[in-house]
């Protein structure tokens, strides 16, 4: 199972070249998964990008993530993600919460592969691949 990280979608929604190419990869994947971190972080960018039409923005993403299954964040996760993040902390290696928080709702929903251009930090997640594009 797959899970978009917030930067593939970004690049995804700008139709960088790089991002529309790894769709390809794609082909044989029965779903994708979002995680709802990353419906926050992207809804953040539009409100700190725009100032008119935020909602029709939205309601644009909304449209485009509802091909995608998106896994919220539960106790679980949350446990899971406190985990890795107290670890990481403890060790020198700490990365942004968000990427923890996204990292523990993938580990819970048995994940094994996350799309990412930040590689640097779910790299030091264990029990997580990482593929760049």
Do not use: C, Q, W
Not at 90 to 110: M, Q, S
Not at 113 to 125: A, D, G, Q, V, Y
């Amino acid at each position: 199972m797959k899970l978009l990280d917030t930067t593939y979608l970004i690049d995804l929604l700008h139709n960088k070249e790089d991002a529309l190419k790894k769709l390809d990869d794609f082909e044989n994947e029965p779903a994708l998964f979002i995680a709802s971190v990353s419906v926050f972080e992207l809804v953040v960018g539009i409100y700190k990008k725009y100032t008119i039409n935020r909602e029709k923005n939205v309601e644009e993403l909304l449209t485009f993530l509802s091909s995608f299954e998106i896994f919220g964040l539960d106790l679980n996760s949350a446990i899971e993600a406190g985990k890795i993040h107290g670890n990481l902390i403890r060790e020198g290696k700490e990365i942004d919460e968000g990427d923890t928080l996204i990292a523990g709702i993938a580990l819970v929903n048995k994940v094994d592969t996350i799309i990412t251009k930040n590689t640097s930090h779910f790299e030091r997640i264990e029990g997580l691949k990482v593929e760049s594009y």
